[in-house]
C-alpha cells in the first residue's frame, strides 16, 4: 500500500524556467527504473516555480530514492539552475484512491 511520499519544490533562476522543465521531465526513465517508486509526478505550480512529487510503499523505497541518480542529477544540476537550493520534504499520506 502507497503511504509515503516525497516533495521536491524548484524555484528556477530568471531565465532558466525552460531548462528546469526539460530537466525534471528527462528524469522519468530514471525513475520508471526505480521499482520501488511506486508514482512520479513532474509538476510546474508557478512560471519558475517546479515540484516532484513520488510515492513509495516502504521508507526504504524512499530513501533509496533519495540517494538514486535523480537526487545526484539534481544537486548536481541546482546551482546553475535554481534559485534557491531544493526543497525536499518527507511525507506521509493519510489517505490514497
Do not use: N
Not at 509515503?4 to 530568471?14: G, S, Y
Not at 521531465?25 to 526505480?34: D, G, I, N, V
Not at 516502504?58 to 548536481?76: D, K, N, P, Y
Request: no cysteine; net charge negative; hydrophobic share 50%.
Amino acid at each position: 500500500m502507497v503511504k509515503l511520499a516525497l516533495l521536491a519544490r524548484l524555484e528556477a533562476k530568471p531565465g532558466k524556467e525552460q531548462e528546469v522543465a526539460d530537466f525534471i521531465k528527462s528524469a522519468l526513465p530514471l525513475a520508471e527504473q526505480e521499482p520501488a517508486t511506486v508514482g512520479w509526478y513532474a509538476l510546474q505550480l508557478g512560471p519558475s516555480t517546479f515540484g516532484v512529487f513520488d510515492t513509495f510503499e516502504t521508507e526504504e523505497g524512499r530513501e533509496a530514492h533519495l540517494g538514486g541518480e535523480i537526487a545526484r542529477a539534481l544537486m548536481a544540476k541546482a546551482p546553475e539552475l535554481l534559485a534557491l537550493p531544493p526543497i525536499i520534504e518527507k511525507v506521509d499520506l493519510l489517505a490514497v484512491k
